[in-house]
């Protein structure tokens, strides 16, 4: 089964790195085999904590060479979309759960000539994307309830994954479907089967004591096992 599972598009997410030192992070990321930067943006109103903002985001797209992949999990995304996207955002994606216009949000972030991403957070349906699903680069599926690194992986979202990968197929829609939290060595390859095509990994790389041999390992799943969630 191991050599079906392909190998996914590694995003580390810079929430769990070592704050004083972020150049050092950014440096480590486009230097190892990941393939994006990950940034979570909390406004303390949408999420229950507030992390950075706009200034970290444009100091490390300054430097940044790989692509950075802005996750908002802000209220009102629609104003600050188009300085995240001056700041070197690749991919900005906004939640589901905070747009009461999600198709104009997405519109506006394709304007600006940036990948547009939804997340959906675990709760949240994914038929709901359904009317969507089309206009978008991606999809963002929360594994833990947004605010927080280093949670524990909601085992359900693999049948949200698997769901999600079929609408895709009906509709013939050509999203990456991403999975965010909880994430690590020991589920990596369970969660590819279900059919995501981007892990993000916070605390498990970042966490780890060896960061760079962390993303090696992640990136190269057929070494891993696929039971243990
Ligand atoms: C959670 C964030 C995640 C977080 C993941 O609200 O969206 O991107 O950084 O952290 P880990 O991998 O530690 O669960
Ligand atoms: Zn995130």
């Known amino acids: 089964m191991n050599d079906m599972i392909k190998e996914p598009l590694l995003a580390p997410s810079l929430l769990a790195a070592d704050f004083l030192h972020l150049n050092k992070a950014v440096k480590l990321i486009d230097?190892?085999?990941a393939d994006w930067l990950h940034m979570d943006v909390m406004d303390g109103r949408?999420?229950?904590?507030?992390?950075?903002?706009?200034?970290?985001?444009?100091?490390?797209?300054?430097?940044?060479?790989?692509?950075?992949d802005v996750h908002l999990m802000i209220e009102e995304p629609e104003k600050y979309v188009t300085q995240f996207a001056k700041a070197g955002a690749d991919t900005i994606t906004v939640h589901y759960e905070a747009c009461p216009h999600l198709h104009r949000n997405i519109q506006q972030i394709k304007d600006l000539g940036v990948k547009a991403g939804v997340a959906i957070n675990p709760h949240t349906p994914v038929a709901l994307l359904e009317p969507v699903i089309e206009d978008l680069d991606l999809v963002l599926v929360m594994s833990v309830n947004p605010g927080f690194g280093g949670q524990k992986f909601i085992f359900e979202t693999?049948?949200?994954?698997?769901?999600?990968?079929?609408?895709?197929?009906?509709?013939?829609?050509?999203?990456?479907?991403?999975?965010?939290?909880?994430?690590?060595l020991q589920n990596a390859a369970k969660i590819m089967e279900a059919g995501a095509d981007v892990l993000v990994a916070g605390?498990?790389?970042f966490g780890s004591e060896d960061p760079m041999e962390t993303i090696k390992k992640l990136k190269s799943l057929g070494n891993l096992p696929v039971y243990e969630v």
Do not use: C, T
């Not at 999203?175 to 994430?183: H, K, M, N, S, Y």
């Open 31 to 33: 230097e190892s085999e």
């Open 46 to 68: 949408f999420v229950p904590n507030i992390s950075f903002g706009m200034m970290v985001v444009e100091q490390v797209g300054k430097v940044l060479e790989k692509p950075m």
């Open 158 to 184: 693999l049948y949200k994954i698997r769901q999600l990968r079929q609408i895709m197929q009906d509709r013939n829609a050509k999203a990456l479907i991403e999975v965010d939290g909880g994430v690590g």
């Open 203 to 205: 605390s498990s790389v």
